[in-house]
């Protein structure tokens, strides 16, 4: 089944948008999977996600079953 997606838009700080974007960085990702990902992992979230990913490849997919090089 194919995925939709849509935009968003969303009005914080300056200093938040910077630490975001640090922080998407950070780990790996794009700004967008970033705040999906904390959406996701809120305590007050209204999704439920039993096995959150933090980093994900270049093509955004995860690789939890393959070992350290």
Known sequence: MAHRSLSVSVSMPTEMDERIA???ENH???Y????R???REHEA???E???PVLCVDENGED???EGAA
Do not use: K, V, W
């Not at 967008?32 to 705040?35: A, F, G, I, R, V």
């Open 63 to 65: 690789h939890r079953t």
């Open 32 to 35: 967008s999977q970033y705040l």
């Open 22 to 24: 640090e922080e998407a």
């Open 37 to 39: 990902h904390i959406i």
């Open 45 to 47: 979230t209204p999704f």
């Open 49 to 51: 996600c039993n096995d």
């Open 28 to 30: 790996g990702m794009t």
